[in-house]
């Protein structure tokens, strides 16, 4: 289903974007080749087009030093001097209209909902297995599929509390990526982002309808408190379980908890007695509802999973396994966010909800199965290879960047471990005009929006765009060079 | 004590008080409207409603209620409005000035600074480019205030008159917070169609960001609905911006003006706060809106202005026997 958005309007620009030039045969979130613009865009243009570059720039060098001040950071692990690191921010804004979001909502909102059923159905009856729409082997070799907990249904039958869909868009449309179902990071920089754009250009922001996104922690408290609503307990006691300071998102960790006003704490605050998760404070101990934990699953609770967890509350998985309180979000939703198990969303979707899925995704080959295998191995060259445990950029191959031995070893994994490995086209990730320097140029972003689930669900109007600051980088991940943008959903004015 | 710098540490701290919220407030609506919020749409009838001064609104500005500009500027700059912030912070002044003496060196500095600030272009400047900064500056420079009062004055009598005059300007201020919120739940049971996260998820929100409450009202496990908003600004004692909190906190800073000066204690200031108490504990989570609820309010209210005028009477009693002498 696509929404009709054609650019149609030309204005002459003589300002801030009277040198750009969107790259040749790459979809620009701005301008077509003629550098003609949608109609709700020319506000946001005009505005723009009109700053003096100086101004723009000043901004720019004002934003990162507030960002500084205010310690939104993220730390890199593999930063030598393990630093703290702001995350650069474009004052550039990607801008969506609102008829197209309506429809990437709605997409979304499908998405998380057919995922949510197969999990369900996977850790319980097994019925798509069973009818045969999935090989068996994809979900049992899943390091994310956790048999530990089959028969167990959390409250609600939410297994998905939080989701953050990776979106790019080619051809002007907008496409799946990636699913992000574990613990899916980055939300607070998209509030910072917005509450930066809010403070540098009140003048734009009071002449366009921006959506709002700066309830999402209320939005999100209050979907994991209408889960225990159904429990009868009428104060749920809600904590955020971080892993500690030298966690990568624990900047975010803080934040949210500050901002969904509950504890932040670590697993020695908390223990485990009568199959019950306890939180001890100066008044005594509290029985805790809701976990939001932002720990891997793995590390969830030694005594299930792996025992030498520093991380994690031992009992835990037994507290939830009888119900007495809610994960989110739930372990073992790994499975569902696979890169093994993409290819096979669209079918899932049709599977569980009798519908065509909304949002189309990437063409993706799984080395599984023989023929596409044979398929990535010849073609190496022009494809994107993925590790499918890894994030963050990591393992990635641009087949047309590698060098012959590169490309020679990873056949060689490929042959070795297939399961471990999925193909795509290189996509050309659409690009967004991005201050660099003193210059604006096309960057190439991506997109990540967080939907919510508790009784009903909701999605965030905008997300997380990341932009690849450095020229023909397709690697927009904060761990290797990437920056964001503010994402402003335009409302009906 | 002296009556009349008794009487202008009441007023310069009630002032203060008063300005934090009218900036707070401020930069709340600012930043609502910024983004399209179901609330944004009448932010201005917020915020006139809010600060009382509707009335001289309609008189300067006829019919031009949703001009967002220049009600943000009515209630920032302009003079006729006794309650602009330019006015709000312009009165404490005056009255610092009157017991400098009394505050301290560093405390005159800071409303000092801040009000020569006031009158330079540059607050101006700053208020036209950066609208958030210029409301933050307030709000913190009204903390430093704050701050300074509790760290550094001695707790004798002036302590106590300024302490009365910020818990006394809570409790009016929760009294309207009440009273917004309970036209707003008549206007919102008639649309009964409305998503139960919709404007009145946005009004509470609203609310406890003017107020600095939504940490606490989170903690305290509140729920964004108007009724549990009203009850939190009526009877949550963890909140120091709630009427129960500000009602037990004067009647503290009355019982202890009380042993500083037991002959000189006007009787009626605690018989008037009796009168808010007693009124208080008639009302409970069912009954705010019914009739009793009503005229239980109506009692909060007429209790808070006899403490006030039961204030001013002291100092005039006082000022009259100084003048005899």
Known sequence: MNVNLQPSHCDCYTGLFKDYTPLKSVCDEFFNPSMEHLPALRTVLRCFDQMPKFKLLELQQRAQELFKRHGVTFNVYKDSEGQEKIFPFDLIPRVVDHREWDMIARGLEQRVRALNLFLADVYDQQLILKDGLLPQETVSSSQGFLPQLIGITPPGGIYIHVAGIDLIREDAHFMVLEDNLKVPSGVSYVLENRHMSKRLLPNIFSQIPIKAIDDYPLRLRHALHSLVAATGREQPLLVLLTPGPYN?????????????????????????????????????????????????????????????????????????????VILANAPGNGVADDKGIYPYVPDIIRYYLAEDPILPQVETFSCMIQKQREYVLKHLSSLVIKVVNKSGGDGIIIGSQASKEQLSKVSEQIIANPRSFIA??????????????????????????????????????????????????????????????DTWVLGPS | MIPNAAQNSFWMFRYLERGEVAARTLLSAHLFKLENHALSLKAEDILLTLSS????????????????????????????????LFNTFKNAREDGKLIRNVIGKMIWKVINEL????????????????????????????????????????QDFYYHMMELGIRLERAYQALKNIAYLQAHASVQAEASQRDALGSEFDLTRFLLECNACTDCYLKMNYTFDIQACMNFFLFEKVSPRSLTHSIESLSRTISAMRDLSPQGFPKQLNLALKKSAHALALLSDGNISSKNGMQAQHKILSGLNAVSSSIEATFCKALSICKFM
Not at chain 1, 249 to 264: I, N, V
């Open chain 1, 248 to 324: 990568a998102a624990y900047f975010e960790h803080a934040y949210l908890a500050y901002r969904m006003g509950c504890a932040l704490v670590q697993n020695h605050d908390l223990f485990v007695d009568d199959d019950k998760l306890f939180l001890k404070t100066h008044q005594g101990v509290k029985q805790v509802d809701i976990l939001y934990r932002r720990i891997d699953d793995e590390f969830l609770d030694p005594k299930v999973f792996n025992p030498s967890s520093l991380l994690g509350v031992p009992g835990l998985m037994q507290a939830y396994r009888t119900g007495n």
């Open chain 1, 424 to 485: 795509q086209p290189l996509i050309q990730l659409s690009t967004c005009p991005t201050l660099n320097e003193e210059n604006i140029t096309p960057r190439r972003v991506d997109l990540r929006p967080f939907i919510i689930s508790g009784k009903s669900t909701w999605v965030l109007p905008g997300g997380l765009t990341r932009v690849a600051l450095v020229k023909d980088s397709y690697i927009v991940n904060s761990s290797q060079g990437g920056g964001s943008k």
């Open chain 2, 53 to 84: 001064e509707k009335s001289i609104f309609a008189q300067l500005y006829p019919k031009k209620f949703n001009d967002n500009e220049l009600v943000q500027y009515f209630l920032t700059w302009q003079e006729m409005n006794p309650s602009s």
């Open chain 2, 115 to 154: 009000y020569v600030w006031l009158l330079h272009p540059e607050a101006k400047k700053l208020y036209d480019i950066d609208r958030q900064l210029f409301y933050q500056r307030f709000l913190q420079q009204s903390q430093q205030l704050k701050g300074g009062f509790y760290n550094s004055q001695s």
